[in-house]
């Protein structure tokens, strides 16, 4: 007997004159935590002899049917026949993927589970006691380690300072909304990248902020604008839209502030 399908509902119906073995189609949905939806058609196969074929038509108004056997009926037309073993082992492929999309969406959400735990125990760690001293003084205070980190990067100083001034205006405690941390505004992930251990560490912020800005300067052909964009938006945004500075407004304000302050340092250098 063959088995008819509705062209766009997952209602199975009976045709009405009986055709032989039944063979039906059903489709299973599954979807992740997140709202991403994994959906495959598994056709499942009800007892055949061993070689028997599966014919699959569809009529007039989009129904589809599946029979060992060929159908005469008038309006159906024959999408494919295939054999019985050849659709056992494709539905073991789609039920082994379904599989596989089910382990690798359990796994990104376990790994992304686990970093939350980590930045929370790292937020903990934020210094406590408030920042003292006027921004010049913070400033003059964090000079030397700028002035070392730039030369071990191939940076100039003033680069570094005009980053800091904009990111965090040298407090050394200070912690976005968006969970970026320090002198630098480091994101845990990037501090995790460039091997910075304790985030809050101004030495290790500042050195890791330098050899984040020396990797995206010389991703970008040495294109300060475009490197900058990187930083605060991250490079694979830059990439996303044609090695441009993205269309985003705060990003675009970052990098007009940040070469705004750099011109200032350097006019402050100079005078």
């Known amino acids: ?6 062209g766009r509902s997952k209602v199975t119906e009976r045709a009405p004159s009986p055709v032989g073995t039944v063979c039906r189609g059903r489709v299973e949905r599954w979807r992740s935590a997140l709202g991403l939806v994994a959906a495959s058609l598994v056709t ?30 008038a309006g159906l037309k024959l999408e494919w026949k295939r054999t019985a073993t050849r659709l056992a082992a494709q539905n073991r492929e789609q039920s082994e993927s379904i599989q596989r999309q089910q382990r690798e969406v359990k796994a990104r959400l376990e ?3 686990k970093a939350e735990v980590a930045a ?23 000079q030397p380690l700028i002035e070392s980190a730039a030369r071990r990067h191939g940076l100039v100083p003033e680069l570094l300072h005009a980053v800091i001034r904009t990111e965090s205006a040298y407090k050394s405690n ?10 630098m505004q480091l994101m845990p992930g990037t501090a995790k990248r460039f091997r910075v251990s304790d985030i809050w ?12 800005l020396r990797f995206l300067l010389d ?5 300060l604008r475009l490197a900058l964009a990187g930083y605060n938006a991250g490079e694979g945004a830059v990439k996303r839209y044609g090695n441009q500075i993205p269309p985003f407004p705060e990003t675009q304000n970052y990098v007009r502030k940040v070469l705004q302050f750099l011109l200032a340092e350097e006019a402050h250098r100079q005078s």
Request: aromatic fraction near 10%; include cysteine.
């Open 120 to 142: 929370a125990a790292l937020y903990q760690q934020r210094p406590a006691k408030p920042v003292s001293g006027s921004m010049w003084v913070r400033r003059t205070r964090y």
């Open 201 to 212: 560490d101004p030495a290790q912020n500042i050195e890791g902020g330098a050899t984040y």
């Open 1 to 6: 007997m063959p088995t008819r399908v509705g």
């Open 219 to 223: 991703l970008f052909d040495n294109d």
């Open 111 to 113: 790994a992304r589970s």
């Open 174 to 183: 200070a912690l976005s909304h968006a969970g970026a941390c320090g002198l």
């Open 44 to 73: 499942v196969l009800a007892p055949a002899t061993a070689g028997a074929d599966v014919f699959k038509y569809v009529d007039q108004q989009g129904n589809v049917y599946f029979s060992d056997e060929p159908l005469t009926r």
